[in-house]
Every structure is written in C-alpha cells, then in structure tokens.
C-alpha cells in the first residue's frame, strides 16, 4: 500500500529565475577585488578554469543552498548545487517555496530517473533545452514538510551506505591503475642507456595522403574517441579523404596519438592506433602523433606515454593561457627514451599487454559494480517519490 500523498505540478512548490550574460570582454581568470564568479556550464563537470566578471545589480546571483540546473544544448538537466556567485543564461536556478517543499527533497527529485529522462528527451529535440513552463509542468509527490523531513533523512541514510560502498571500489579502482603505473615505472626508469625520442621517432611527421583520391575511405577518430582509463580507440568513423582532408591531423595504423591540450593530456588521452580503414585515419588538430622509425616497437612508444609520472612533466611544461593550454612539440622531441634490444622489447610488451588486460578486466568488473550502485540508488529515489520507502520502516 503506498502512502496517499498529493501530486502537485513543480511550478506549484517553486519558483525559476532565468541567468545573466555579462559580455565576454568582462571576463578575467583570477579572483580580484569587486569582481564576482560566474558559474556556467562548463563549471558543472570541470570546476579547473573558474571565470570572474564585475559584480552588478544587474546579475542574477545564487548562494550555495541554491540548485543550478543546466537548460540548453548538450548539458540539459546538469544539476550543480554548493556554489555561490553569479549564473549565465544558460543555467536555471530553483527558488523551493519553503512553506511547501524543502529543497533537500526538490534536489533529490530532480535526479529521479523520471526527471532525468525528461530531460534527456529536451536535449534531442530540434531547439535542445527547456522553458521554465515546461519544467515547471512535471509532477511531484508532495507530502506535508514533516514527511519531506523523514523521506530526506531516510535517503540519506541509505545513500551514506551506497556511497561508502562506492568510495571503497574507486579505491580499488585507482590501486588496479597503479599496477600499470607502477609497472611502467619499473620498465622505463631504471635504463641508463637513451636516446631523444625524436632519434627514434617523428614527431607529427608529414601528411602522406596528397596522392591518394579524394574519394577514398579513412577513419576519423575525434578527441571523444580516446577513452582515458583505457588508453584506447573506442569507435571510428569512416569518412571521405575530401572531408577530412584539410584542418585535422593524418596519421596511420601503428602510429601513436597524444592529446596535447588540457585537461585531455592529464586525463591520459594517449592510443596506439590499428585497424584504420586503408590504414589512414585523421583525427582532433589537438593530437601529437609520435610514429616510430623502425628501431623501436610502436607500442613500446605508447606504453613510455601512458606514464603518469610523464604527463606529470608534461602538465608543468605546457604553454599558453589558462583553458587552452597545450604540451609543446619540442618537449616530446627532448624526451629521453630507453634503448632496448628488440627481443627485450618483445618481452616488455608482452608483459604490459597481459598485465594490461587483466587489469582491463577488473576496471570492467569495477565499471559493472558501479551502474548497480548507481541503480540502487535510482530504486531508492523511485520508492521515496513513490510513497514506499517510509512504509514498514523505523521512520513512518
């Protein structure tokens, strides 16, 4: 039996107040005195590169109680709630009417699969977003303040439990990456014996597709693509040489691809890529492509690359502005690399393939214990906002 509890429209129980947009020629990267934060979309997934502007009456302001929410493009529904400042015309701000919701309770309805999915369904449309009509026309449950108290405190009871459980597989996770790390580390740190890498490969060598006709198929591999636990291609797409010709980088099988911008290069987007179609491919203008000269295994290459310790170095000797900082061409030509005898490159590689591979599997295992925790979680708002999580419990 579930518990009888009202259904009212959200616009009933809250209020929506739309963003400013101060010009960009405002903005500065440094906090400074009379001058405000802005949040915007970008702040919801990476919070590295916050921006600043001149603090006005004219802004629309939130404080860290407030619940921002992403409204257009590709980031609809993105919730962001702790940060306080000013917010641009992209983001959305939920003002509960605290006589009838309590904003603890209105967050965690906003991340109910039922309002996620509706938002999913506004970032597909033709004009991907929403007005403050259409969310203001879902509906809620909505129960008297005292039962809001007791549903929040009973979700945040079991959620401690789910997210101890999940703070305890991250920490399995980054000791199964550490066994790569450290693994690498062994091989490439203890040879005296080394060359530049740019003695034993090229460096974003030349295009060699001028010959080749315009019609033919290659792959295109975006910075998407690079998945940065795996160090791996995750798809292709297959396009025309005329359309991918001009503005993106060449490469082809065997050859080694490294973002060089941030925070790609510190993510560890770094691939060995093979199986390209007719064997070229081209990809971001944000890759460096490291192709061997012969006397070195490429995926000996790759492995040096995937180092943590390496884009370590790589991040302090980046150039540019901040948000669009880059890894410069010529701190790869003067990286010292490890000579080997091609048997003892044989050897190497095959050890760190299989070592990769089972680790592979285990983050696999890891990634499938995590959309289980993420599910149960998304049960246990389903029966909040259902009326069935206080019944037959301490809490009725």
């Not at 060359?195 to 490969?201: C, D, I, N, Q, R």
């Not at 591999?221 to 291609?233: E, K, L």
């Not at 170095?313 to 900082?325: D, H, L, N, V, Y």
């Amino acid at each position: 039996m579930k518990n009888n509890w009202p259904t009212k429209k959200l616009a009933e129980v809250c209020d929506f107040e739309g963003g400013s947009q101060p010009p960009k020629s405002t903005f500065i990267f440094q906090p400074k005195s009379g001058y405000i934060r802005l949040l915007q979309i970008r702040d919801f997934s990476k919070d590295k590169f916050p921006t600043y502007v001149p603090d006005s009456e004219r802004l629309k302001k939130c404080t860290q109680d407030d619940i921002l929410i992403g409204r257009y493009g590709a980031s609809v529904g993105k919730i962001l709630t702790g940060k306080s400042g000013a917010y641009n015309v992209a983001i959305i701000k939920t003002i509960p009417k605290k006589d009838k919701i309590l904003s603890e309770y209105l967050n965690f309805f906003l991340h109910t699969n039922y309002v996620q999915d509706w938002f999913t369904s506004r970032s597909r449309s033709a004009q991907a977003g929403f007005t403050k009509e259409e969310l203001g026309s879902l509906d809620i449950a909505t129960p008297d303040l005292a039962e809001q108290k007791k549903v929040v405190k009973k979700i945040e009871g079991l959620f401690a439990k789910i997210e101890e459980a999940q703070k305890l597989r991250e920490e399995s996770k980054k000791e199964s990456s550490n066994l790569l790390q450290s693994a690498l580390n062994e091989v490439f740190s203890h040879t005296k014996n080394q060359k530049a890498l740019s003695e034993v490969s090229e460096i974003n060598p030349k295009n060699d597709t001028k010959n080749l006709p315009d019609n033919s198929e290659v792959s295109f591999i975006p910075m998407r693509y690079v998945d940065d636990i795996d160090g791996a291609v995750t798809q292709k797409d297959v396009k025309k040489l005329s359309e991918v010709r001009k503005g993106f980088t060449n490469f082809k099988n065997g050859d080694v691809i490294f973002a060089k911008i941030t925070p790609c290069m510190e993510n560890g987007k770094v691939a060995l890529v093979k199986d390209l179609t007719n064997g070229i491919g081209f990809g971001s203008t944000e890759f460096h492509v490291i192709r061997s000269k012969g006397q070195v295994l490429p995926e000996l290459i790759y492995y040096y690359l995937r180092r943590q310790v390496y884009r370590d170095e790589a991040e302090q000797r980046m150039t540019g502005s901040a948000g669009q900082k880059r890894v410069p061409k010529d701190f790869l030509e003067k990286s010292m690399f490890p000579v080997f005898s091609l048997p003892e490159q044989k050897k190497i590689v095959a050890r760190l393939d299989l070592l990769s591979t089972k680790i592979h599997e285990l983050q696999k295992l890891q990634s499938e214990t995590e959309k289980d925790l993420k599910d149960l979680k998304q049960s246990i708002l389903h029966k909040a906002f259902a009326g069935e999580l206080l019944l037959n419990s301490d809490e009725e």
